[in-house]
């Protein structure tokens, strides 16, 4: 089984000893890089290794919460937050990673590890099937590109410039720009969640239809989301800014995005 990084970052010293001893002695699978002891080294650490998996204390005297997690998230990344007290953390935090409280009850951390190590193997697994799945694909392109000819003498590529194309084994699906209500990432993977409670998923990243969507009403708020403002319903502006959307789906903005939010809405 392939090796996966792991990064522990807390001031304490004696509690990030324990929290890597645990993860030598019950996860084989798992390779700690680094213990940061300073938000400084931990950011060294993780230019130098880009971990997998990063178990963070956020309380630095140096450094803000939201900075703390500004500056180590990552949409490939999965995190685990340690902390005495889980009401000092942000909620826009505590909705996307696992927490586990101090002083820690390493059932607590072995349950939070292997969500973190399930997920990334999910994932994986995906990749996999995507690969076997695009090398079967070779021979039905011809008949695929016959298609998009037919298509394209038919005027039916006029509208591209208002649709997202995701290309499976078994279709070519025009997604309407205007019927997207939000995409959202997950690892390398990109989920379209439409206006009729339908959802799409594909195997490229969020990044990749970013750059198709610059001069579209959509606007990245968050690491793993990206939502579209003609179904913005309103903005809460409690325990860090959420948005809201049409259909009561609520999303976390992240604090380095609540400025850009703002702005691409005109608001002062």
């Not at 070779?138 to 208002?162: P, Y």
């Amino acid at each position: 089984m392939e090796e996966y990084k792991l990064l522990i970052i807390d001031k304490n010293k004696l509690d990030s000893i324990e929290t890597n001893d645990v993860v030598l002695k019950y996860f084989p699978y798992l390779r700690p890089v680094g213990i940061a002891n300073t938000f400084e080294n931990a950011l060294e650490l993780i230019d130098e290794h880009n971990p997998d998996i990063i178990i963070v204390n956020p309380i630095f005297d140096t450094v803000s919460i939201d900075d703390v997690f500004d500056k180590i998230d990552d949409a490939d990344r999965k995190i685990i937050i340690l902390t005495h007290n889980e009401k000092i953390i942000p909620k826009e935090f505590l909705l996307n990673y696992d927490l586990v409280k101090k002083p820690i009850k390493f059932s607590e951390l072995l349950i939070a590890i292997n969500n973190a190590l399930s997920t990334i193997l999910k994932i994986e697994a995906e990749d996999k099937f995507d690969d076997y799945t695009a090398e079967n694909e070779e021979d039905q392109e011809e008949g695929r590109l016959g298609l998009m000819q037919k298509m394209t003498d038919l005027g039916a590529f006029k509208r591209i410039s208002n649709a997202i194309v995701l290309s499976s084994l078994n279709e070519v699906l025009f997604l309407k720009k205007s019927d997207i209500m939000y995409f959202t990432a997950e690892g390398r993977y990109t989920t379209f969640h439409m206006n009729n409670s339908h959802v799409h998923i594909a195997s490229r990243t969020m990044r990749d239809y970013e750059e198709l969507l610059t001069e579209d009403n959509f606007i990245r708020i968050h690491n793993s989301f990206i939502i579209n403002i003609d179904y913005l319903a309103k903005i809460i502006k409690k325990d860090g800014y959420i948005v809201e959307l049409l259909d009561g789906t609520q999303l976390n903005v992240s604090r380095r995005r609540q400025e850009d939010l703002m702005n691409f809405l005109k608001f002062t």
